[in-house]
């Protein structure tokens, strides 16, 4: 071969490896968050015998099958003592799924959850380019704890609908900034938009209809409650949800038999508020007054979220994901997956964007702290047994204690941060309108 036959050859070479090793630098924060998601479904696979299939699938699968076979039993499906709780539009959705057969099924609903989980991570690190978190490595520590840990892992192994669901509640969200940063006007269609999405979000966590609230009702003023155009706009609300869930209107029965599964949320023999349902208290009375003391300051919450209108939305949804994990009191931390995003967020208008990694660890040390306790939350498992399981050291006294309040110790490290966050800085101005 010619040598100058060879120099091209080479030439070429390197030229490819040039180009790839530019694209890798441009976007190494991506490509590291994407190589994450991946390790935690292969080592779900590996560690599953690559045997795709959990008991919440099931329930969905059999949910398909009803849609198109018999509607009427949707509600009638019992699989080791648990039945379907959700709305009819997430069965409607995917009952196409029911055609295949179960194994096929969940195959292919493992691949659809790896691809909204890469999705999603695009979305996020857009949002947080609107948010000015400029420096690639700093958006890459965000991007890191939402691609890993425990609820990665048991998103892939449970088959669940939650990345779904913080993927539309992230484009919300990307809408609303975006929108607001351009200055474009927000017309009927905008809100439709996102109302046909958030609705159809609640059909797979009912329990976040304290979030579709304080949006509802984020930029209408209460001097304006009942104008033309915003009755008109509960109409189109109200209109969407029926559209959604038209067999409530062709089967009536199916409303109580929804409700009666979304009470057992609440309904539990344990206390779930602020990580205590490690602990069993028998006594119904007590058991009653601190599930009904944390519902009504859940309420409240969301209620004062509600009523100040200078609050950005995306800052509403932040406070309120973060007490609905600290409160718990509708399996707070079995929404993980949704609630943890935007609680990450509250720390970015905070940051000290230094290019130095020492400079950047000075002056962020509070919200480094922060983050590791996130970091805690995401690779801790609250089920008891697992973690005894796996450190059995501490089952002896009195260690044991630190397996029942390691959850509020994390939690209150990082509602600790964020308050003290606020007080070093001396403003909330981020989180306001202008």
């Known amino acids: 071969m ?96 029911g055609f295949f057969n179960l194994k096929l099924a969940a195959c292919i609903f493992l691949i659809i959850n790896y691809i909204l989980s890469i999705v999603f991570i695009l979305l996020l690190n857009r949002i947080m380019r609107l948010m000015n978190l400029k420096n ?111 067999l409530f209107l062709v089967h009536p029965e199916l409303i109580s038999d929804f409700l009666k599964g979304f009470t057992r949320n609440f309904d539990e023999k344990s206390i779930r508020a602020l990580f205590l349902s490690d602990f069993q208290i028998y006594n119904k009375t007590i058991l009653n007054i601190i599930r009904y003391a944390m519902l009504f300051l859940t309420i409240l919450i969301m209620l004062g979220l509600t009523i100040n209108k200078r609050i950005l939305i995306e800052w509403k949804f932040s406070l309120f994901c973060f007490s609905f994990l600290y409160l718990d009191i509708f399996r707070g931390y079995g929404i993980l997956q949704i609630l943890l995003p935007f609680i990450l967020l509250l720390f970015i ?31 801790t498992s609250k089920d008891t047994q697992v973690f005894l399981r796996a450190l059995p050291l501490f089952k002896e006294f009195p260690l044991f204690i630190l397996v029942y309040l390691r959850w509020s110790f994390l939690t209150g490290l990082l509602a600790t941060t964020i308050i003290i966050l606020n007080f070093k800085f001396k403003t909330l101005s981020p989180f306001f309108r202008e």
């Open 2 to 97: 010619p040598l100058t036959d060879l120099k091209s050859k080479f030439s070429g070479k390197e030229l490819k490896f040039d180009r790839l090793l530019k694209f890798f630098k441009s976007k190494y924060h991506l490509i590291i968050s994407v190589a994450c998601l991946t390790f935690w479904l292969l080592l779900f696979l590996v560690w599953n015998n690559f045997n795709v299939y959990h008991v919440d699938f099931h329930i969905f699968h059999e949910a398909f099958k009803k849609i198109l076979n018999n509607p009427k039993e949707l509600y009638d499906i019992d699989i080791d003592g648990w039945g379907y709780y959700y709305l009819p539009s997430f069965a409607c959705f995917f009952s196409f799924l």
């Open 136 to 246: 690639k490595w700093h958006r890459l520590l965000f991007l890191l704890l939402v691609s890993n840990g425990w609820i990665i892992f048991d998103q892939f192994r449970t088959l669940q609908t939650k990345l779904l669901v913080s993927l539309i509640f992230l484009c919300i969200i990307w809408r609303e900034i975006y929108y607001r940063i351009e200055e474009k006007e927000k017309k009927i269609s905008y809100f439709t938009l996102h109302y046909i999405f958030f609705i159809f979000a609640l059909g797979m966590v009912p329990q976040l209809i304290f979030l579709f609230i304080i949006y509802l009702f984020h930029e209408i003023r209460f001097s304006n409650f009942f104008n033309r155009d915003n009755i008109f706009r509960y109409l189109i609300v109200v209109s969407i949800f029926l559209i959604e869930n038209l």
């Open 349 to 379: 208008p905070f940051i000290k964007q230094e290019k130095s990694i020492k400079r950047f660890l000075k002056k962020n040390y509070i919200i480094l702290i922060g983050l590791f306790s996130m970091l805690g939350i995401i690779f």
